[in-house]
């Protein structure tokens, strides 16, 4: 029977595991490249060389 129950499991991740997979790539892909998608992007990759606060005791 475990055997049944693997091949079941198997056959719904070869059929709608890859259509699932599929609609979370093609979400980030829109995502990415929607109108106004690279102002985001610009601000997100600056935010490491920002230098607004101070770190800590590390900077002391």
């Known amino acids: 029977m ?14 709608w595991g890859l259509l699932y997979m599929m609609a979370i790539f ?4 829109f995502f990415l490249l929607r109108p106004g998608a690279k102002a985001n992007a610009m ?7 920002d230098d607004n606060e101070p ?3 590390e900077r002391k």
């Open 26 to 29: 093609l979400s980030v892909v």
């Open 43 to 49: 601000a997100a990759a600056r935010i490491p060389l």
């Open 2 to 15: 475990p055997t049944a129950h693997y091949d079941m499991l198997r056959h719904f991740a070869d059929s």
């Open 55 to 57: 770190l800590g005791d």
